[in-house]
């Protein structure tokens, strides 16, 4: 078959564009919507969690410990989702479009069977949270919400997985238009609910999963469209190893560094009861200040690897190379600009989340003053990542990951409850400890990496 006959004109300048075009134009055309639709998300995120302080701080400490349980879960999708989009964007680039069908259809099977297990825990989300350590206070004001946030996750296996198709054909305008639906809908039931209604928590995960079955619609819609190489088709679902296999080793270390670092986060936050739940609120709220330079970050490391993975595909090794270096550019000066706005403003920030809590307003400071200076490396560990997932080295992604949370943070915590004085302020010196060591075990790791794909490569 004829590559005019299975892939559209779009599809066919855009292969052209990643493939030979000036890399600055690429990453900025493919990243930019992922890194805005990313910032987006978190802002509204974060509002969400403004709305809770509304309610009430335990509201705040109830999300911020169940959304760590939820993205335990979530990892199982994530970590697919990543397999997925790079191996689709290595057989894109390649020109292997038979291949791009067939990993399309199947990972969307793939996603089904995860779905189930995940929708069956519902009857017992009680005994779920206190095998997870969830304090019982908390288990009685958030075990509705969470029982709805699994049903939020099963949708979110087939969503994650849609966005990352889109992803890898480079469909990111489409990305972030769809996502403006998801969060306008969001924020407007949310609202309705909390402000209007005067309801709990379980009513902003209720706007959440109105909002993710639009976008499933959207995504099916747009999946189910005859004659597309990036459509589901039954037929095209294939379990053989040569369609299959290479998605599953790229994604389950995937896979498995999201879930070990989501509940290395858990731990973490168990560990910070010691010092009350508002700390746990506090960590929440600082960790989603955080987020508005992360998930900038994140949106390009995103958009990045499936620029590096699709031009590997095609032979492409030094372009690769290349995309990863602006990468590394764009992350460090994101890091930079952003840790200093956030620092400047961070008063009337913290008196958004604490309302006229001043006690968790100043718990606030303390915790995030010392997580924000890890802005810069946690953009030199984000571009790291793109380089890794890129290249397939998604083992190694799980080792830094590991490293993070369980020798960088947890014994780091342990040590500083056990043998100082320093009080709630530990959590947040841990934060800043682990995302700057990480930082710099990238920075090493990514040295060596290079070395390695140059000699490989003869370049």
């Known amino acids: ?66 959304s ?30 038979d291949l791009v069908r067939k990993r399309v259809s199947s990972v969307l099977f793939l996603c089904l069977i995860i ?76 609202a309705l609910f909390v402000y209007v209604m005067n309801g709990t928590v379980v009513m902003i995960a209720a706007a959440t999963l109105v909002a993710n079955l639009a976008m499933l619609v959207i995504g099916a819609v747009n999946l189910l469209k005859k004659g597309s190489i990036f459509g589901f088709s039954p037929k095209h679902i294939s379990l053989r190893k040569a369609v299959i296999l290479p998605v599953i080793n790229t994604s389950y270390p995937a896979v498995t560094e999201k879930a070990a670092f989501a509940y290395g986060k858990l731990i973490v936050n168990k560990m910070s009861t010691g010092y009350g739940n508002s700390v746990v609120g506090a960590l929440g709220v600082s960790n989603n200040l955080g987020g508005i ?59 958004l989340f604490a309302g006229q809590d001043e006690e968790f307003r100043l718990l606030i400071k303390d915790v995030y003053g010392y997580e924000a200076l890890g802005a810069v490396t946690l953009g030199i560990n984000a571009a790291v990542m793109a380089l890794l997932y890129g290249f397939g080295y998604t083992k190694l992604t799980l080792l830094l990951n590991i490293l993070r949370v369980f020798v960088f943070r947890i ?23 682990s995302n700057v060591s990480v930082g ?7 040295v060596f990496v290079i070395r390695h794909i140059k000699t490989k490569f003869e370049l």
């Open 115 to 190: 779905s189930i297990p995940v929708i069956l825990v519902i009857p017992f989300t009680p005994q779920f949270l206190r095998l997870n350590g969830t304090p019982e206070e908390l288990i009685e004001a958030s075990g509705q919400y969470f029982s709805v946030e699994l049903i939020n996750i099963a949708v979110n296996f087939f969503n994650t997985v849609y966005i990352a198709v889109e992803r890898s054909r480079g469909n990111t305008k489409l990305i972030m238009w769809i996502n403006l639906i998801y969060l306008a809908i969001k924020s407007l039931l949310t």
């Open 293 to 351: 330079t992360t998930q900038l970050q994140n949106g390009f490391q995103e958009g990045g690897a499936s620029v590096i993975s699709q031009n590997i595909g095609a032979g492409n090794t030094s372009r690769a190379l290349d995309a990863f270096r602006k990468i590394l550019i764009i992350n460090i000066l994101l890091g930079v600009v952003f840790m200093s706005l956030t620092l400047l403003f961070l008063d009337p920030l913290s008196g």
């Open 68 to 97: 760590q349980i939820s993205f335990v879960i979530s990892a199982i999708g994530g970590g697919l989702a990543i397999g997925a989009g790079m191996k689709i964007s290595e057989a894109y680039g390649a020109g292997n479009y």
């Open 440 to 446: 710099i075990c990238s920075a090493i790791a990514a």
């Open 1 to 66: 078959m004829s590559e005019d006959k299975v892939l559209s004109e779009r599809d066919k300048q855009f292969r052209e564009f990643v493939l030979g075009g000036n890399m600055w134009k690429v990453v900025y055309t493919v990243c930019l919507p992922l890194a805005a639709y990313a910032g987006l998300l978190h802002i509204f995120k974060i509002i969400d969690t403004m709305i809770a302080a509304h309610i009430g701080t335990d509201a705040v400490s109830s999300i911020a410990y169940i």
């Open 411 to 433: 014994p780091v915590l342990w040590f500083l409850q056990n043998y100082t004085d320093i009080g709630s302020e530990s959590v947040g010196i841990v934060m800043m400890v």
